[in-house]
C-alpha cells in the first residue's frame, strides 16, 4: 500500500548535471549523510495517511494525500501559505471534527486502526496525539495548574514529583522551580511555548503536533524548542509545520512538501508534491517545484 518512495532509505544524490543546485545554504542535518534513515521494515508506521481530501464546505482545501508517520521522528510539514499544511496536521487529532463545513475524506489509520471510525472517541485519541499551537496559549493560571488541569482531567495522579519530572522534561525546570505559584503569563513568549510543551507532555502522549510553534519566538527561544524537539523525539512521534525551511532541514528527519495546485478552470488545491527522507528533500529533491520552493523562486 505504501509508496515505495516513501519507505526506501535515503539515497544520496548530487544534485544531477543541468539542475541548479540549491541555492539556500544548508544547516547542519541532523542525518549523518552517510547513514541515512533505518530501513522502514524496522520502523513503525504510526500514521497512514491514503487518498486523504479535505474539504471546507464545497472547497477542496487539501486532494488526495498518501502519507506515512513514523515513530520517533520528527516530520516536517513545509511548503507555501495556504497549501494546506495545517489543515492536514488537523487530520491527525480530528480537530478539523471541531471546525464547522470541514470535512475529511479517505483514510486515516493510527497503529493501523481507522481513526475517523465510529467507535473512536476524539477525545481520547486528542490526549494521546498532544498537539502545541504558533502562538503559546496557556491557560490563565499558575505554571503548576497549566500542567496538573489535564492530568486531572485525564486521572492521572498530579504530585510534585511528576510536575518537575515534566517541566524537566520540556527543559523548563531549572527556569521556573522556584516559581511553580506564579502565572505562567509572566513567563517569557519561549518559556510559554515550552510550558505549552509541557502540558501537552503531562498527559502522556504519543505523538505532539506542533504547528509553527516557533513563528511567534526570538532566535534564541526558537534554538531552544529545537533543541528540545530532538530531545523529545526518543520518546515520542512529533510532526511540526514551519515556514522556516532551514528549521524543517534542522530539525526533522522527514519533510513533506505540500503546495498549491492551480487549475485551468482556477479552482486551486493543496497537494502533497514531495515527501522523503529530510537530507534527500533538500539536497536533491525529486519534484521541480520542491526545487522552486527551497531555492526561493517560489513561495
Ligand atoms: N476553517 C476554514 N474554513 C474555510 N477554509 C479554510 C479554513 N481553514 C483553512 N481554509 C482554507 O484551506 C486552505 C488551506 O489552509 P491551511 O491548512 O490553513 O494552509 P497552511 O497551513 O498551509 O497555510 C486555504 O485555502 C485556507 O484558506
Ligand atoms: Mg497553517
Known amino acids: 500500500m505504501a509508496d515505495s518512495r516513501l519507505t526506501s532509505p535515503p539515497i544520496l544524490h548530487r544534485p544531477t548535471e543541468g539542475r541548479p543546485e540549491p541555492r539556500m545554504e544548508l544547516p547542519e542535518l541532523n542525518i549523518q549523510a552517510d547513514a541515512g534513515l533505518p530501513p522502514t521494515a524496522d520502523e513503525v508506521v504510526v500514521f497512514q495517511a491514503t487518498g486523504v481530501n479535505v474539504h471546507y464546505g464545497k472547497f477542496l482545501a487539501l486532494k ?4 506515512a508517520i513514523h515513530r520517533n521522528e520528527i516530520t516536517a510539514l513545509i511548503g507555501p501559505s495556504g497549501c494546506g499544511k495545517s ?64 492530568m486531572k482531567v485525564n486521572g492521572i495522579r498530579v504530585d510534585d514529583d511528576r510536575i518537575e519530572q515534566v517541566l524537566r522534561h520540556a527543559a523548563l525546570w531549572d527556569e521556573v522551580k522556584d516559581k511553580l505559584d506564579q502565572d505562567a503569563y509572566a513567563l517569557s513568549g519561549g518559556q510559554q511555548q515550552r510550558l505549552c510543551i509541557a502540558r501537552a507532555i503531562a498527559v502522556n502522549p504519543e505523538v505532539i503536533l506542533m504547528d509553527e ?61 514531495e515527501y522523503n527522507a529530510t537530507e534527500r528533500v533538500f539536497r536533491a529533491p525529486e519534484d521541480p517545484r520542491t526545487q522552486d520552493y527551497i531555492t526561493g523562486r517560489f513561495g
Open 64 to 67: 488526495d494525500v498518501d502519507l
Open 213 to 273: 510553534p516557533c513563528s511567534a519566538l526570538d532566535p534564541i527561544s526558537t534554538l531552544a524548542i529545537e533543541d528540545l524537539m530532538r530531545t523529545l523525539r526518543e520518546e515520542y512521534t512529533i510532526v511540526i509545520v514551519t515556514h522556516n525551511m532551514q528549521q524543517a532541514a534542522r530539525v526533522s528527519d522527514r519533510t513533506a512538501f505540500f503546495t498549491v495546485q492551480q487549475l485551468d478552470g482556477g479552482d486551486r488545491h493543496g497537494i502533497l508534491a
Open 87 to 150: 489543515t492536514f496536521l488537523r487530520c491527525l487529532n480530528r480537530m478539523n471534527d471541531l471546525i464547522p463545513g470541514a470535512e475529511v475524506g479517505g483514510t486515516i489509520t493510527f497503529h493501523g486502526e481507522d481513526m475517523y471510525a465510529p467507535d473512536v472517541d476524539p477525545v481520547d485519541l486528542r490526549r494521546r496525539i498532544g498537539m502545541v499551537f504558533q502562538k503559546p496559549n496557556p491557560f490563565p493560571k499558575s505554571i503548576r495548574e497549566n500542567l496538573s488541569f489535564g
